[in-house]
DNA sequence: CCGCCGCCTGTAACCGGTTACATAGTCAGG
DNA sequence: CCTGACTATGTAACCGGTTACAGGCGGCGG
């Protein structure tokens, strides 16, 4: 409509005051005349006033938003760490400012510099980076809150708890009848797949010792399920549970198992990882992630320190939910 | 570390420069000697300089960034948006600003002012304003897209082509043998559920002119489908197909069939609408939204008109595409 | 030798706010 | 009546960039 809109000159000049006062009276601050704030209200109404965020960016060195550099998610996944980022972002008063797809570390790292003079802190999910890649990468003065990374290095990190996750699994098989287990692993070079592996054999070696640890690679996909069951039937293992890095494996093993003929869940019992959707409806025991609270968390950490208080740039570490359905039924009642 | 990190200031002293020269150095501008510029750039090297986009933007007035006020999505819903914005605004050198989450009118209207000067365009999927309040809630002279919205109004807007889905659902069980459909339909005053239910009577008007067109209200919940079914069963109705107004009802209409004993998918057709991932995993007949489309298109747009193409300002509707499963089995060809 | 032109660079204004500091006015206490 | 404190307001610097404008300088044609 108008050419440009209204600046706090514009006001002020209509309220017949100083840029100052109007300042002052529209951000309720110091002492304004009751008469002199009403006068400023009103011919910023009447202007159409709407202050530039920007500007008070710049010159207050605050700009209450914080920048967030994630990979390529899939779904649920990302939405729900989203979402969760973007509850207690809103009820601390703050923006989210989105980066997401970052195809290799470069770009990763172009994208955190092109946060700096626009968020106050950030939030890095970079499988890609290494601590010192990303400590390069990150913009100097800018706190950050890493997730999901390896080593956290001098920063606060959050991770989701693979070791519980898998032990609780782990517990709860055996407590219910079942003694050769077998893992199906995540991609080797994923953080998770790599804890969840090394968390199966703790946990078997500390929930049934006197069995070996038995784990076939996988890739946390469909078929990779799929195929790590076909590669056992192949060579005539015996198991009575399979412990799959993933909800998404899992499901490929059940079908895998049932169209083989196996009795799933009766002969071999089976566990998930992520409590995705699907899994309720197909009755996959499995622990549930609670990233919807990782990320709510990992934003609280950020404000905490962005707003004066210590920052603890510790690892803290969110704990999965068992959530048993019916492929582990138990077989210790008989 | 370093109390606050290096200003284009602190470069150009390094350098022995005028900060014009860093300015124009740095951004590969106008005329720079090739070794002043290696200068400059040595300097911004060792002092770890990083530009400060807030200024940049305030300067240039630009800030390359585009605002997203969207409600309270779940899951799917909101992630593919996001995923296709999000994919579009990287391409296109955008970030992307989120808001999510509004209750009421009031807090979206904020949400919207409290953008201004921090993004160039907004894109907002706001179901509680309607046209003029929109209008009044969107800061002067920032151009915006509107999803979903039930009246664009004067501006750009992007829509689910929910006629288009429906059509093709009746089409293809009129096609396959089905006579006496019956619409679940969605919680009234819901824009899509609104459309979907008229679009319904359309179709019926068009395919199958000698039925009636029968509907049952829902609420895009599962408990929503088990109810509907409930009732058309309790009145002892004949029909032999439903077409649900999302594929949340679908599932819990399939479910409550089969456990009142009524072959389905035999003798009742089902079909929902979105294509949530659940639906592959159940077989159900459905269309499928593309969503991440929608989102991409909606930036795609919004970033043309900020580079000065003409601004449309006209509805653009994206087509679903009709997904045949097994809940609707071919009946012509027995 | 002069003037002009093109290349390179510097100075300073500007974007739109906030805020330290100065100042004018009012009122009470001594 | 003077002084000090306090309130209300204005002036101008500043945040960190971009860029219009003004030179300075060297080369070249006349």
Redesign the pocket.
Known sequence: MKG?????????RHA????????????G?????????ARVVASAKTLG????A???S????RTHAIGVVLPDLHGEFFSEIVRGMDRETGARGYHLLLSNMHADAELAAQAMRSM??RVDGLIVMAPQLDATGLDEALPPGVPAVLVNARDPGGHAGMRIDNAAGIDALVAHLVGSGRRDLVHIAGPAGNIDGDERRASFAAAMARHAPDRPVRIVAGNFREEGGQQAVAALLREDAAFDAIVAANDMMALGALTALRTAGVDAPGAVAVTGFDDIPLARYLGLTTVRLHLAEMGARAVARLVDTLEGAEDARTLELVTPELVVRTTTPDRTSP
């Not at 440009?4 to 002020?12: G, L, W």
């Not at 601050?29 to 704030?37: I, Q």
Request: charged share 20%.
């Open positions: 440009r809109s209204a600046t706090i000159r514009d006001v002020a017949a005051v100083s840029v100052a006062s109007v300042s002052r009276a529209l951000n601050l110091n002492s304004v005349h009751p008469e002199t704030r006033y709407v202050p530039h920007g500007a008070r710049l010159s207050m060195a700096r003079g």
